[in-house]
């Protein structure tokens, strides 16, 4: 029996402009279609197309699903949004590959990158991004808020600009509250902050405020957050909003 | 006479596959195609086109000459390898207007994000991004070495993956030995370190290796290096190379 192929694809930020050329041609192909329900949603049907969504959450029941699937010789695609490699399923089907079935390795797993979250919302504002940056997920089901806490103060320390990824859930609403107030302890409170929220949907909404002023009500599931630097700069314009972007030059 | 638009493009890190479609629309529209010339010559020519392919390091020069074309009414395209919000030319151009022609700021500029190195670099290895990172340029034409020392402390005690882009260039040798010093003395010697040279290029390899051993003469312009975090694994297989991805949990 020939083996199948599994690609690991990252759809984007939600418009269609982000898929890259070999996402859209591996799309094309893939026999199975696995992933986070709203992202399946994306991905069009077809005659002999499987599509598989599941509940958020369940990562790696869903890679061992598509690597049992692969292995039987179908062309899979485990979709996620933004970049698969950025806090989405590459991971996860790299730890299923390490856990199990020793067969995986040889699989044919093709891992094809997409446009992240925290690029689509610094394109959209500027280019908060243009020094060094670090970029971290609040989410605390694989971590504990003693690593998420150190982190948070070696990247202010370090002055760089913190893309902030999973910033809150409905279950866990205090994150934010407790991350944002390691901050206000280390940086001034005028530094730039953006809520970039749904970026590349439709209801997409960018707000940029400060650290002091910024109102973590507006922070949701949905919701990417920038922190900036002492570089990052905000260009007011008559008409339009503020452009965001951070000096290449550092002190 | 009517305004113009510029668009700051990504191409990706090489291969066409890595284009947006968003990307591929706006280089089909442009007239005026502006960047450093390894970049302008992967844009096709076509009648009424104009290329105009710069040195590098003039990226300020370039944005204003982009700036004036479409204040003149010309649809302009900047085009940079991987993403212009990376370590490329979206901060010059925003730069360019926070310092130039107030009339500047009523430009219709259009930021459109591509693929960076370090995510083609990642799904072809596996997905060494997959936890908490930090993104690092080692080129000290914009800041010194004592800020570069201590965004990579910073990065190491807070157990990021690290990214580290411009890590050498023929006048600038000696920088990648330092930072390599510096992380030796707080990092595992066992910790996994990637260069990956010319990623996305017909002569693209990929050398996995540990921070004790890795051999920095093979470090050059064309390379990404990445440094892994405790949490960042080996997958040996029987054929082809290792698969190299960090972990999502976290200690």
């Known amino acids: 029996m020939s083996l199948g192929r599994l690609y690991v694809i990252g759809l984007g930020p939600g418009d269609a402009g982000y898929l890259t050329h070999d996402v859209a041609a591996a799309l094309a192909e893939a026999q199975d279609v696995i992933g986070y329900a709203p992202y399946v949603a994306r991905v069009p049907d077809r005659e002999g197309r499987t599509k598989i969504a599941?509940?958020?959450?369940?990562?790696?029941?869903?890679?061992?699903?598509?690597?049992?699937?692969?292995?039987?010789g179908r062309v899979v695609a485990v979709v996620s949004g933004g970049d698969p490699g950025v806090f989405a399923m590459a991971a996860a089907v790299f730890e299923a590959v390490d856990e199990g079935d020793p067969a995986w390795r040889a699989l044919d797993i093709v891992v094809l990158p997409g446009i992240s979250a925290m690029q689509a919302a610094a394109a959209r504002l500027g280019a908060p991004l243009g020094q060094d940056f670090c970029?971290?997920?609040?989410?605390?089901?694989?971590?504990?808020?003693?690593?998420?806490?150190?982190?948070?103060?070696?990247?202010?320390?370090?002055?760089f600009?913190?893309?902030?990824?999973?910033?809150?859930?409905?279950?866990?609403?205090?994150?934010?509250?407790?991350a944002f107030a390691l901050l206000r302890g280390l940086l001034n409170g005028e530094t730039i902050v953006v809520f970039a929220k749904s970026v590349g949907r439709p209801e997409e909404r960018l707000i940029v405020t400060s650290l002091a002023e910024a109102d973590l009500a507006q922070v949701d599931m949905s919701t990417l957050v920038i922190v900036g630097a002492q570089g990052t700069?905000?260009?007011?314009?008559?008409?339009?909003?503020?452009?965001?972007?951070?000096?290449?030059?550092?002190r």
């Open 161 to 178: 600009v913190i893309a902030i990824y999973n910033p809150a859930s409905r279950s866990r609403p205090q994150t934010i509250i407790d």
């Open 135 to 159: 970029v971290l997920s609040l989410s605390d089901n694989l971590k504990s808020w003693g690593t998420i806490a150190n982190r948070l103060e070696c990247a202010a320390r370090g002055d």
């Open 54 to 72: 599941s509940e958020n959450r369940v990562e790696l029941d869903r890679a061992r699903e598509a690597l049992s699937r692969a292995s039987k």
């Open 233 to 250: 700069k905000l260009i007011q314009r008559e008409t339009g909003a503020p452009i965001v972007y951070s000096s290449r030059k550092s």
